[in-house]
């Protein structure tokens, strides 16, 4: 194996134990030493791939919103009715989530330390920024077709990244209380017909 693919193999290694450890023990409790020591390597080998481990948490995150943003765009263009598309968008993601489900917690940890920490807060912005213009496009695309009613598409997009957000929490706290993805579907449609 070249080094180029060592390297690669290295960091994906790298990132699959800090994931681990991270989903056991939290952001804040998991240290390099112990991402180091789950994978078998030295720090200096870690140093090599990520500046920190916050460098490191934050690939991961952007991993995870890759593969939900992928999935989105599959569910765009899988239907021409644009009310539809955001009814199914909660079926097509839901694998994505439940694939991560042991690291919710940590992202919305993430989440709550990006409003302490200015440089944390800038990549959070930007990654909630993209799923605001991705569904602020699609409800734009709705009012024009009909097939949503007029209302600030803005506003709508924020309110249903905060529905999700509050459903994952509800989903985390009470994973058998209710069909999470139904609950997601109904609010989506009262928010919208």
């Known amino acids: 194996m070249d080094q180029e693919k060592r390297s690669i193999k290295t960091k994906n290694n790298i990132l699959r134990a800090a994931a681990e450890c991270f989903a056991e023990y939290g952001f804040e ?16 080998a870690f140093y090599h791939h990520f500046s920190s ?3 490191l948490f934050l690939e991961l995150l952007d991993g995870w919103i890759n593969k939900v943003a992928n999935q989105l765009d599959s569910v765009h263009l ?10 199914n968008i909660t079926e097509k993601i839901q694998p994505v989530f439940e694939e991560v489900d042991s690291q919710l917690p940590l992202f919305l940890e993430l989440y709550i330390k990006a409003i302490w920490e200015p440089e944390l807060k800038k990549v959070i912005i930007k990654s ?4 605001l ?8 695309k709705g009012i024009k077709e009909g097939s949503i009613k007029q209302v600030c598409a803005e506003d709508v997009a924020k309110i249903l990244f905060s529905i999700t957000i509050g459903l994952l929490i509800q989903g985390l706290l009470n994973p058998l209380g209710t069909d999470w993805g139904d609950l997601a579907k ?6 919208l017909k």
């Open 53 to 55: 481990k916050q460098d």
């Open 29 to 44: 409790v998991t240290d390099v030493n112990k991402i180091c020591k789950k994978v078998g390597l030295t720090k200096g």
């Open 133 to 140: 213009d991705f569904f602020t496009d699609i409800i734009e």
């Open 78 to 87: 899988e239907s021409k009715d644009t009310l539809k598309i955001l009814i």
């Open 128 to 131: 909630y920024q993209k799923f």
């Open 186 to 191: 109904k609010s989506f449609m009262l928010l």
